[in-house]
């Protein structure tokens, strides 16, 4: 069982930045995909920030050139630096994990998620 714990969410005014911590309660090094998704009042969830293990990174659309994902495996942590923050990004963030089996279907795991306000 891994765990999932997000923090760093908050009220922030457009324009501002905020910076995410998804704390993993196992090594990440031998997680395959790690991602942000947010979900806005109303919306269905969406893909935001995708990290695979060789450490390439890609974003949506919505979110490209704003966001940045990262990771520091000694910390078991991964981050989501968000910058030039708009009022559509308010949104509950959630951090998921995905563990490939090689015997069955891939693990998932969510952490409850962190809410951010972004006020125009």
């Known amino acids: 069982q891994v765990q999932l714990v997000e923090s760093g969410g908050g009220l922030v005014q457009a324009g501002g930045s905020l910076r995410f911590f998804c704390a993993v309660s196992?090594?990440?090094?031998?997680?395959?995909?790690m991602c942000w998704y947010r979900q806005a009042p109303g919306k269905q969830r969406e893909l935001v920030a995708t990290l695979v293990r060789s450490g390439t990174t890609n974003y949506a659309d919505s979110v490209k050139g704003r966001f940045t994902m990262s990771r520091d495996n000694a910390k078991n942590t991964v981050y989501l630096q968000m910058n030039s923050l708009k009022p559509e990004d308010t949104a509950t963030y959630y951090c998921y994990a995905k563990i490939e089996m090689s015997w069955g279907p891939a693990m998932e795991y969510w952490g409850k998620g962190t809410l951010v306000t972004v006020s125009s």
């Open positions: 196992r090594s990440i090094f031998g997680i395959n995909t």
